[in-house]
DNA sequence: TACCTGTCGTCTTTGTTGTGACAACATTTA
DNA sequence: TAAATGTTGTCACAACAAAGACGACAGGTA
């Protein structure tokens, strides 16, 4: 028995579509015409599942949108536009309010009430893989004198790598971490050190993992929980909280590599 | 009186925060956090005007979205990511459901049934000034060996004229209009032909203007509704429709320029 | 006549918006 | 120390708006 052609088999794709700012009809129904040629507003019923006379508003939206384009016969026939040519004037739309919006924030955050010294005592907590990569790649990029790392090796992702090489030369790199490197994973000017018996640093405990990045001696972030939950991480510019890890570094590079 | 710092004067920010993906609360919670340096749920709740209630699962989706961290004190204290950062993150997330979204449309796209004949007799309506001026874009890029147009000069936008230049110099392009031209606007290989009185060749009728858009001589696209309302344009590949503006063509080059 | 298209009004469903109540905890007052 | 007061974080749920779904109908075509 052939597959059926009905709506059942939605991929991913009406979730892309969705976050493109398409509803689940419209998703369907430009899904729907890309199949075919061209049709009439029931053959589109037929093919996406959508109600007949849904399908009416729903091409209306779709044309002001540009994926959709009528012909003059009666009745009318629908055509779709290439999804290369569709999707990126979708998303270049979006590209426009992403900048104004981008612009309009900035403005706001830069007039806001300034109480650094408060802000500085804090610990922070970040949830989500992506989100605690982009607070590295942050510090990272804005880090003018020195870079600390150490570590369980599993935590220093490709993206992590990337990062690292993208530190310019005249910032001091330190690394300490279990594990191996590829050649040119890493660029020359790094000083790495490598830690066999990573429980002795206390960074490893059972299923444990933990790894702590340390920027200008000034901020420090503190990876947790590398299993399968969404990791979380402690952010801070507390001194105190900084010189906490300080000490643990000088405390790793002393007694392994006396 | 000095300006109430309340949510009433809500600017465009909250739309285009909204194209990213977040809701209305979302958007407010966001902003007002920017304002501030840090703070606790109910002064979130008073900066904003969202219910204190409402704050902790926004608060929550804005975490996951890494546009805010959490302080680890008691009460928790919360912070917002620097906009560009933050808009960045939201923009890449997008673009990837974007390209993600094209490859599976345009496998669909491939494999769609194939009746080119009864498309090409087709004559298709498009509506908006951006999605009339994509398909031209589409046309010229595509275009092998030739491109005509004649159409009153308002309807040569800037954007038109930048899609004429990008076109490679293989092609010939021959461009019939009233008006004038800047030095450097167009290509030294574009045959331009300046024609006075536009009214007899019928693209100009009272408010009505018109232009006509030709590629390889197998693809036309006329332009309608110069005025304030939203445009349209028909597109056709039908042979018929097209002799009947090529011949249009021939006539006012023999006629004008004998 | 019979059929199909395009449009309308309506109802349901879903997600966001908004309100009140409450236990846990901290702070103040007696 | 104990009671009183206030605040935080969580829950349940009402109100609302947008999207989804269905049936009915006038007009046109065959």
Redesign the interface.
Known sequence: MPMVNTAKNM???K???K???LTKYEALVY?AL?????ASATEIHEISGVPRASVYPVLDKL??K?LV?????TPK?F??A??????????R???L??T???E???A??R??????E??QE???????R??IE?RIS?MFSNAASSVIIFASRDLITPRILDLIAQIPGTVSIDLATNGIFAPGDLPDHVRVRSIENLIDTGLLQGDQMAGVFIADRERVLLRLNGDETTPSA??SESPAFLQLFLNYWNHIITSFFS
Chains 1, 2 share one sequence.
């Not at 804090?122 to 989500?128: A, E, F, V």
């Open positions: 991929g991913p794709v979730e892309h579509l976050s493109l700012g899904i890309l199949r075919v040629e061209s044309m002001k540009g384009s009528v012909s003059n016969t026939r055509d779709a290439p999804p290369d040519e569709g999707v990126e004037h979708l998303l739309q979006i590209e309010d992403a104004a919006a981008k309009e924030l900035v706001i955050y007039s806001r009430e300034d109480r650094e408060k802000k804090m610990i922070w907590t970040l949830s989500g992506e989100n982009n942050d402690l952010y």
